[in-house]
Every structure is written in structure tokens, then in C-alpha cells.
């Protein structure tokens, strides 16, 4: 029918981990590019230019902006890979206790 829901619990899990891979290698990028376009390197690039601290603030205030927002992203899928690692969980339990009820209370 399709009307039909079906939930697979291992599928659930393995998109959960892929979230929490998603999550882990952006925030480590999200790390490394802090590192690598911090204020001291900013500063290194655009310290010889006519306007260079008008530049060099925009720069600092944008690469810092950036890694705010993906650092809100990696934290955001966590939070997806660790709801869907509940759901799974939950939705195998659930399977696991009606299939009990059906085999006639026998687990």
C-alpha cells in the first residue's frame, strides 16, 4: 500500500553515523581553517596594503563569521546523528517488543 510506513533500524543507524561523520570531519576543517585564517595570518596578508586595516578588519570579522556558522553546522548535524542513533535504538526496541507480543508474550 502506499499508505505504508516502515522504518529500518540499521538503515537509521548507518544515516546516523553518517551525520556523525559529517559532523566530525566539518568541525575538524572548521578547526583547521580557524588556524589557518586567524587574525596573526590575516594580519601577515594584508599588513603591506594602502587601506590594509580597513581590509584587515573585514577579513578577520568575515573569517570569524565563517567559522561560527560552520561550527553551528557541524554542531547541528551532531545533534541530527544523535537523534536518528535515538530513533533507531527506539524503533529496534519497539520492533523487538511487538514481535514478543506476537509470539505470544515469548521474547
Aim: glycine residues 12%; negative net charge; charged residues 25%.
Amino acid at each position: 500500500m502506499s499508505g505504508d510506513f516502515f522504518v529500518d533500524p540499521q538503515e537509521m543507524a548507518k544515516l546516523a553515523k553518517a551525520f556523525g561523520t559529517r559532523a566530525y570531519d566539518l568541525a575538524c576543517a572548521v578547526r583547521g581553517f580557524e588556524g589557518a585564517a586567524g587574525t596573526e595570518q590575516i594580519h601577515d596578508g594584508f599588513g603591506f596594503l594602502t587601506e590594509s586595516e580597513e581590509v584587515t578588519s573585514t577579513y578577520i570579522e568575515l573569517a570569524s563569521e565563517m567559522a561560527e556558522s560552520l561550527g553551528h553546522l557541524a554542531r547541528h548535524f551532531d545533534e541530527v546523528s544523535q537523534a536518528l542513533k535515538g530513533n533507531a535504538e527506539n524503533s529496534a526496541a519497539t520492533d523487538d517488543a511487538l514481535a514478543g507480543l506476537f509470539k505470544g508474550g515469548r521474547t
